[in-house]
């Protein structure tokens, strides 16, 4: 019964925000929200924002259609509609970051008041972790985090929203196989109305979700795995949030990392994320956007097999056999990440060093090399690890 509740919520969701996304762009155009083409970002026309806006509306309809009327849905529903009111605000006026940053603890603070808070989990060999009074402030440190994390991954046409779609479904799945049917359920119409907005949001978009949508499906994804997951007693529920959210993590923690070392305000927008990166060694929109669902997927995968495999008894206790089933799994995810770090890496060498090599034939008058010949010199370098000096300007 509950997934047919999560089918008909997914489905009502996805057509609501579906229907409703030209609306909302026709509303940005005529407020003002819209985001003119600046040189770090891959859109060359101006866009309209606001599409957070169909998505709420989705949200809010399958919500009050197919969920319980609890203090945790009231809770996690109004904190929705307060971020993206928020975000909208922000998508018109461009807020100073520390008012959003406000903003997004005001709204996150809503749900954890309703009891969204995680008090304890259950850690790998270790047993029950107790928070005590601490449940609470890191909860909603936790929530501000994916918010932000949805956030930072907002930068190419399709992009946060399809891997929300991907993240939103396999949560949808786990929660409902472990009995958490309201998390479950709200899992399953945030990937739908995610999946909507995709519709109008794939390369070539004519709208963009802004940041009422990234942050509403940010603090969304945030009150599923607390309620869907990190309250449950499964042996791995703490993996399973970093697992299905892997690629957004570690595109956010890879451009912090780079702007703490540059010594750069940490909230300063900047073109070193994993789309950008992809996007200069010559990668479209959508190979760029393909890429990383393949990405993604490989993880969901990985976190599905952690939830169904049957390698342990729960008591310390392994099955081979199905060992080697959850260590395949993990291989591919992990080999699917070591073939985007290859890409992105010898790509990056490739458009480099010819580069220099055509700077290298003008400089000393010579005929410009065909690509035939760039492509048997840099192959040559890249197989011995012996570089032609190359002149510098």
């Known amino acids: ?162 891997v929300c779609t991907i993240g939103a479904a396999t949560f949808a799945v786990i929660c409902l196989s472990l009995d958490r049917d309201e998390a479950g359920i709200l899992a399953a119409l945030t990937a739908g109305a995610a999946a909507g907005f995709l519709y109008h949001n794939f390369h070539p978009a004519t709208i963009f979700m802004g940041d009422a949508g990234s942050n509403l499906l940010g603090l969304l994804l945030a009150c599923i795995a607390i309620q869907g997951v990190l309250k449950t007693a499964a042996i791995v529920a703490l993996f399973f949030p970093l697992v299905i959210l892997a690629v957004p993590i570690l595109d956010t923690g890879f451009v912090v990392a780079k702007r703490l070392k540059y010594r750069r305000p940490v909230y300063s927008a900047d073109d070193w994320h994993l789309h950008h990166r992809l996007r200069n060694i010559g990668f479209s929109q959508r190979r760029t956007v393909l890429y990383l669902y393949a990405w993604t997927l490989s993880m969901a995968a990985l976190a599905l097999a952690l939830r169904f495999v049957p390698y342990s ?53 010579g005929e410009p090399p065909s690509e035939e010949q760039l492509h048997d010199v840099i192959e040559r370098e890249i197989e011995t690890g012996d570089f032609e000096a190359v002149a510098q300007d």
Not at 322 to 340: D, N, P, Q, R
């Open 313 to 365: 008894d729960d008591h310390g206790n392994f099955d081979a056999a199905w060992s080697l089933v959850i260590v395949a799994f993990g291989l591919f995810a992990f080999a699917a990440t070591i073939y985007l770090v290859y890409t992105l890496e010898i790509l990056k060498f490739r458009r480099f060093r010819e580069r220099q090599l055509r700077r290298q034939a003008t400089l000393v008058g």
């Open 1 to 162: 019964m509950q997934t047919t509740d999560a089918l008909w919520a997914f489905a009502v969701a996805a057509v609501v925000t579906l229907l409703l996304t030209p609306l909302a762009a026709r509303v940005a155009r005529r407020v003002g929200a819209v985001a003119m083409p600046r040189e770090r970002d891959l859109h060359d026309k101006p866009m309209p924002r606001l599409g957070g806006l169909a998505i709420l509306v989705g949200v809010l309809v399958a919500g009050i259609a197919f969920l319980p009327n609890s203090e945790e849905v009231r809770g996690i529903l109004l904190g929705a509609t307060m971020i993206t009111l928020i975000g909208a605000l922000d998508d018109i006026f461009d807020l100073a970051a520390p008012i959003k940053l406000a903003g997004q603890f005001a709204a996150a603070l809503i749900p954890v008041e309703s009891n969204v808070t995680v008090d304890n989990f259950t850690f790998p060999f270790v047993g029950a972790v107790d928070l005590g009074s601490l449940g609470g402030p890191i909860t909603l440190i936790g929530i501000v985090a994916v918010m932000n994390i949805v956030n930072f991954t907002d930068g190419v046409d399709g992009l946060a929203a399809g």
